[in-house]
Nanobody, 118 residues
Framework: QVQLVESGGGLVQPGGSLRLSCAKS????????MGWYRQAPGKERELVAR????????NYLDSVKGRFTISRDNANYTVYLQMNSLKPEDTAVYYC???????????WGQGTQVTVSS
């Protein structure tokens, strides 16, 4: 089992910035992806950004490219999502996700609210 602990959500004005953090409870020695999804009211959950543990390659939702950056701190088992130039349409609950390829285990954080509003 792996626990994911998220932090960093909140209320910010349009154009502002937030940084989300997601820490996993232990190291994982096989290939995995770790990233962020979001779900706005009445909409489906969508992938925002993720990073591959083996290659370090990243994927982003088109609408956040150039504004959001995902990064990792392997020593602290943590992934960050730096969100800049936030827009009202970025308002959603953001969920951290961990997917382990070899065992097909899929873990989710509890979710953190991000609200972009003036």
């Amino acid at each position: 089992q792996v626990q994911l602990v998220e932090s960093g959500g909140g209320l910010v004005q349009p154009g502002g910035s937030l940084r989300l953090s997601c820490a996993k409870s232990r190291n994982i020695f096989s290939r995995y992806t770790m990233g962020w999804y979001r779900q706005a009211p009445g909409k489906e959950r969508e992938l925002v950004a993720r990073i591959d543990s083996a290659s370090g390659s990243t994927n982003y939702l088109d609408s956040v490219k150039g504004r959001f950056t995902i990064s990792r701190d392997n020593a602290n088992y943590t992934v960050y999502l730096q969100m800049n130039s936030l827009k009202p349409e970025d308002t959603a609950v953001y969920y951290c996700n961990l997917y382990i390829f070899t065992t097909r285990e899929d873990y989710w954080g509890q979710g953190t609210q991000v609200t972009v509003s003036s």
